[in-house]
């Protein structure tokens, strides 16, 4: 896939010089006549024109800024929550409605222990919310956005 706001390259350029008008640098630490940082030197070396590298550079530079740790740790707990067949059948099961351990093992012909191991995981995650009734602990999908998901994924193909 090609990103229509690159331009086609057909031959190598050499770097133009520099000049004084060069946009900021992503590093504070950078020198104006020097490339902001090695992915800029491999712009370059890429596009053959450094004003094209800088801006590239810059944009993907800040990018990578705005990321937030934290946040990102959070959607790497929902994703690793994902990626066992049991835990999606339960999210599967349900997205029909309020369940105990107990149908969760008939249905799935799992053991308890197995259940609430991936229960405790989906629960971590925010993807699923317990609610005590008595001695029971009856479980649902903690949110419409994990419906949304679930339905997300079941329309995304490989191709």
């Not at 331009?7 to 006549?33: N, V």
């Not at 369940?99 to 259940?115: F, G, N």
Request: net charge positive; aromatic share 4%.
């Amino acid at each position: 896939m090609l990103d229509k706001k690159l331009p086609m390259i057909t031959r190598k350029r050499s770097p133009p010089p520099q000049t004084g008008e060069e946009k900021a640098s992503c590093r504070e630490d950078c020198r104006e006549d020097g490339p902001c940082c090695e992915a800029e030197n491999t712009l370059l070396r890429l596009y053959g024109d450094r004003s094209i590298a800088r801006e590239r550079c810059l944009r993907v530079c800040s990018q990578v800024k705005k990321i937030d740790e934290e946040q990102l740790t959070e959607e790497m707990r929902v994703f690793r929550a994902l990626t066992d067949a049991t835990r999606l059948k339960i999210l599967r099961l349900l997205s029909d409605g309020e369940l105990c351990i107990v149908e969760l093992m008939l249905a799935l012909k799992r053991p308890q222990s197995s259940i609430s191991h991936n229960l405790s995981i989906l629960e971590d995650a925010g993807l699923v919310k317990e609610r005590k009734e008595g001695k029971w602990c009856r479980y649902r999908i903690s949110d419409e956005a994990v419906y949304d998901m679930l339905n997300l994924a079941g329309r995304l193909k490989r191709k």
